[in-house]
């Protein structure tokens, strides 16, 4: 457990566990790393056959609040689209003011078209624009896409992602993913995924990375049992 999670954000983690235990899914772990990534999953459970080719895995992303789904549901194909489109405009900015700013070389390279230019203190609106929205979206991709690469890389046979009542609709929920609600103290399935069909060899890996989720969470709990 994170020492800024919320209470929120602990009881969907409680609930998405119990609600894998009572679908067949009872090898299951809490803040497990989702294996050939660097995210970890809320929870992730695991059929008992888990390395046969009957074997499923499921993971579970909890989401609390909306803006917290936000953060990690940005389009990535759209946004990678739009980067490559704005960094060649500003680009193309940039090399158009250097021929008409000379002045503004440094003189570090004999010839102007290797030179590098000073344009900390230029007043551009179009380019400053151009590069803050850059920069947004430069940081979308690196913080925001989780959703979208889970599902692009299958990195489980089901993807559910678990919420509050009222914070997202329907048509919002990310492509491929199931959606479950919390209604009081249990989760209701709104919405199934779609199954992805992951390999014994990416099963063998989730078996590893729960058993590792189970052993930190004893290195924690146990030294305060006085056992």
Request: glycine fraction near 6%; charge should be neutral.
């Amino acid at each position: 457990m994170s020492s800024g999670e919320t209470q929120a954000h602990r009881e969907l983690k409680r609930l998405a566990f119990q609600w894998a235990l009572e679908h067949g899914l009872p090898i299951a772990g809490c803040e497990v790393r989702v294996p050939k990534s660097g995210y970890r999953a809320d929870v992730a459970a695991m059929s008992r056959e888990s390395l046969s080719e009957a074997g499923v895995v499921a993971l579970f992303e909890c989401k609390q609040c909306r803006a917290d789904l936000i953060r990690d549901h940005a389009d990535e194909p759209v946004v990678r689209s739009r980067s490559v489109e704005l960094a060649a405009r500003v680009g193309e900015l940039r090399a158009m003011i250097a021929v008409h700013r000379p002045d503004l070389r440094r003189g570090v390279a004999l010839f102007a078209e290797f030179d590098e230019y000073d344009l900390a203190g230029l007043r551009h609106e179009t380019l400053h624009a151009l590069e803050r929205e850059l920069g947004v979206l430069q940081s979308k991709l690196a913080n925001c896409v989780k959703f979208a690469r889970l599902s692009r890389y299958h990195a489980a046979d089901h993807l559910y992602l678990v919420t509050e009542p009222g914070i997202v609709e329907a048509h919002e929920v990310p492509v491929g993913w199931g959606w479950l609600v919390r209604e009081d103290d249990a989760l209701v399935l709104r919405q199934p995924p779609v199954r992805y069909r992951t390999t014994a060899e990416l099963r063998g890996r989730w078996l590893e990375a729960v058993a590792l989720a189970g052993t930190r969470i004893a290195q924690r709990v146990l030294p305060k049992l006085n056992l």
